[in-house]
């Protein structure tokens, strides 16, 4: 996986409650195990009409988040069914980061399992980030080595990560990567075990 020390990027806003996993990727696109491809068909409903044309009105296909690589949601992100097609096809389109006053469990972790680093906010926060991008390009830092957001102007906040996960993705590891960490240990430990 990509290391995340430091991300700067444009914001996508999506100001809805309760997005479930069936809205980030639509169960008919999960015939696949691959973790990439899935970018295409994110928030699918939403950010297409019925004749397949890009649909002006929803958030992300407008001009102010065009090139996002974080999006900034509200409550209750990722809930429904535990589809871990849900961070691949948020990363695949492009996003490391997503921020929100709080996210469903299963997706929370799968998150940082993927590579991407979910961030809770309290929602006064998250609310001044949603209004700071509104109909403009708004780029943002997030500091992931000091647990720090800031938009060089008049926002700034700190976050909370446990430090089993902030490792994991200062150091671009997932849990098998994490794992081959140890692999001298592992051949030795199969090795006596073989005796």
């Not at 195990?33 to 009105?57: H, I, K, Y």
């Not at 988040?65 to 509200?74: N, R, Y």
Request: hydrophobic share 35%.
């Amino acid at each position: 996986m990509e290391p995340i020390v430091v991300h700067k990027g444009n914001t996508g806003i999506l100001g809805r409650v309760n997005v479930d996993t069936d809205q980030i990727i639509p169960k008919q696109f999960l015939k696949r195990v691959e973790r990439t491809g899935f970018g295409q068909f994110l928030f699918f409903d939403w950010r297409f009409n019925a004749d397949g044309s890009e649909n002006p009105e929803f958030e992300l296909n407008q001009s102010p988040a065009e090139g996002a690589s974080i999006l900034v949601a509200d409550h209750n992100f990722g809930c429904g069914s535990s589809r871990e097609h849900a961070p691949w096809a948020l990363q695949d389109y492009g996003f490391r980061v997503v921020i929100a006053p709080s996210f469903a469990d299963i997706f929370y972790n799968n998150c940082f399992k993927n590579g991407i680093l979910p961030i809770k906010l309290n929602e006064n926060q998250v609310y001044k980030l949603m209004e700071n991008g509104k109909d403009k390009v708004y780029e943002i830092t997030v500091d992931l080595k000091n647990q720090t957001i800031s938009d060089g102007d008049d926002f700034n906040a700190s976050f909370e990560i446990d430090p089993y996960w902030k490792d994991m993705l200062i150091n671009g590891l997932d849990e098998i990567g994490l794992t081959l960490q140890l692999e001298d240990k592992i051949t030795e430990y199969e090795k006596q075990m073989s005796k």
